[in-house]
């Protein structure tokens, strides 16, 4: 493929705008059970490298995610392409890098050599549109169109156009399915069919119609994965109260480094009511542990704080009974369970130094000084002072 510039020539003002002019033109070439669950989708796995991919194939994915540069080097990689299509894909990779000049002196080049190739049209609509100019982009869009041929380039084009104007998402599925009925292997409408569904879905939210903004979610995720596509699955499962499933979403995104500030502990005290409701008192129990890990407070779980501290007291009772027993290890172990359902239970708090103590004793006999340790410092930690603490550090300082 010859390039008609070399990426290294960019300016520094030029380079300067690559990455917004990039990212632009790969929006709008892209864009822009009994507990309530919906039916299980396959997750979209990362995007990785191309295996195999051939370098025109990857090249333009390449532009479509956006990585210009990288499309830059990739397209050294592709030998000669047949007819205009080295000039589309030029042209589109100029204005990816900032350089709307030179995309239109290619594709007016171009139109010299085909006057009536309606992929010119879609194409320099498509650059237009990238420079803000929709204006002109219709005018091109309708100039195609009067060459009276169907042509699926500029099919893409009116779905670009209407991805660039407010409330026009869920026109541009329509325009794209069809340019993909008419060339089922057109290249840039995988994001752009994405970004669609995007913001026809958020629109069917905002309309309290989560099964539809749900459906929309799925069918541009299996176009493009997108993390806002993954929140918008999230907020409708939400919104069905498949909460499972949308905790799950969540906890994604939250990897993912999206900043849900305490959706997910509200989420989880949701689900813990639903299943109260249901009799499930296990299950509500581990939502309102959740609930309160994430950092809700007693006032926020409300009734959950009441679950919390009967399940710890009844932990606690389980743990003395084994420590009365003589089972010093199930008893420490079941009184660390209780707290965790009830850190602050003072009670607890008092067993755990005696069971630690006694562990501890039993640790130092067996020839495990280190584990002994252990055992008193976390006790320590969690209670630095009470009625055990104080026989704990002097236990401790014997052992040094």
């Given at each position: 493929?010859q390039?008609?510039?070399p990426?290294?020539?960019?300016?520094?003002r030029?380079?300067?705008?690559c990455?917004?002019?990039?990212?632009f033109?790969?929006?709008i070439?892209?864009?822009?059970s009994?507990?309530?669950?919906?039916?299980?989708?396959?997750?979209?796995?990362?995007?990785g490298?191309?295996?195999?991919?051939?370098p025109?194939?990857?090249?333009?994915r390449?532009?479509?995610?956006g990585?210009?540069?990288?499309a830059?080097?990739?397209?050294?990689?592709?030998?000669?392409?047949?007819?205009?299509?080295?000039?589309?894909?030029?042209?589109?990779?100029?204005a990816?890098?900032g350089?709307?000049i030179t995309?239109?002196?290619?594709?007016?080049e171009a139109s010299?050599?085909?006057?009536?190739?309606?992929?010119?049209?879609?194409?320099?609509?498509?650059?237009?549109?990238?420079?803000?100019?929709?204006a002109a982009?219709?005018?091109?869009?309708?100039?195609?169109?009067?060459?009276?041929?169907?042509?699926?380039?500029?099919?893409?084009?009116?779905?670009?156009?209407?991805?660039?104007?407010?409330?026009?998402?869920?026109?541009?599925?329509?325009?794209l399915?069809?340019?993909?009925?008419?060339d089922?292997?057109?290249?840039?409408?995988?994001?752009?069919?994405?970004?669609?569904?995007?913001l026809?879905?958020r629109?069917?939210l905002?309309e309290d119609?989560?099964?539809?903004?749900?459906?929309h979610a799925?069918?541009?995720?299996a176009?493009?994965?997108d993390?806002d596509?993954l929140?918008l699955e999230a907020?409708?499962?939400s919104?069905l109260?498949?909460?499972e499933?949308a905790?799950?979403?969540?906890?994604?995104?939250?990897?993912s480094?999206?900043?849900?500030?305490?959706t997910?502990?509200?989420?989880?005290?949701?689900?813990?009511?639903?299943?109260?409701v249901?009799g499930?008192?296990e299950?509500?129990?581990?939502?309102?542990?959740?609930?309160?890990?994430?950092?809700?407070?007693?006032?926020?779980?409300?009734f959950?704080?009441?679950?919390?501290?009967e399940a710890?007291?009844a932990?606690l009772?389980?743990?003395?009974?084994?420590?009365?027993g003589?089972?010093?290890?199930?008893a420490?172990?079941g009184?660390?369970l209780?707290?965790?359902?009830?850190?602050?239970?003072?009670?607890?708090?008092?067993h755990?130094?005696?069971?630690s103590l006694?562990?501890?004793?039993?640790r130092?006999?067996?020839?495990?000084p280190?584990?002994?340790?252990?055992?008193?410092?976390?006790?320590?930690?969690?209670?630095?002072?009470?009625p055990?603490?104080?026989?704990?550090?002097?236990?401790?300082?014997g052992l040094?």
């Open positions: 493929m390039l008609p510039f990426c290294s020539t960019l300016d520094h030029r380079a300067l705008g990455a917004w002019a990039a990212a033109l790969a929006v070439s892209a864009c822009g009994g507990n309530g669950e919906v039916e299980a989708q396959p997750q979209p796995g990362e995007s490298p191309a295996v195999g991919r051939h025109l194939a990857e090249a333009r390449l532009l479509e995610a990585e210009a540069t990288a830059h080097r990739a397209a050294t990689l592709v030998g000669e392409i047949p007819g205009i299509e080295d000039d589309l894909f030029s042209a589109r990779l100029a990816a890098l350089d709307g995309a239109l002196r290619v594709l007016g010299g050599q085909s006057t009536q190739d309606a992929r010119i049209h879609g194409a320099r609509a498509e650059v237009y549109i990238a420079l803000g100019r929709n982009a219709a005018d091109e869009i309708r100039a195609g169109l009067a060459l009276g041929r169907p042509s699926p380039e500029l099919m893409r084009a009116r779905a670009m156009l209407l991805l660039a104007t407010p409330g026009g998402g869920c026109g541009a599925i329509d325009h399915l069809e340019a993909r009925a008419l089922p292997g057109l290249p840039f409408c995988d994001r752009a069919l994405s970004q669609a569904h995007l026809c879905g629109k069917a905002g119609d989560p099964a539809k903004a749900l459906r799925r069918a541009g995720a176009a493009w994965e993390l596509l929140e907020d409708a499962c919104g109260g498949a909460f499933q905790l799950r979403a969540y906890a994604r995104l939250e990897a480094g999206r900043n849900l500030g305490d997910r502990a509200i989420l989880h005290h949701r689900a813990a009511t639903r299943a109260l249901e499930d008192r299950r509500a129990l581990q939502h309102y542990l959740a609930a309160r890990n994430l950092g809700m407070d007693a006032a926020g779980l409300g959950g704080q009441n679950v919390l501290r710890a007291e932990q009772d389980g743990a003395i009974e084994m420590g009365r003589g089972n010093l290890e199930g420490h172990k009184i660390l209780a707290l965790d359902l009830d850190p602050a239970h003072s009670e607890a708090l008092e755990l130094g005696a069971a006694g562990l501890a004793r039993q130092r006999d067996q020839g495990k280190g584990e002994a340790r252990a055992l008193l410092l976390d006790f320590l930690a969690r209670a630095p002072e009470g055990w603490s104080d026989d704990a550090r002097r236990f401790l300082a040094d």
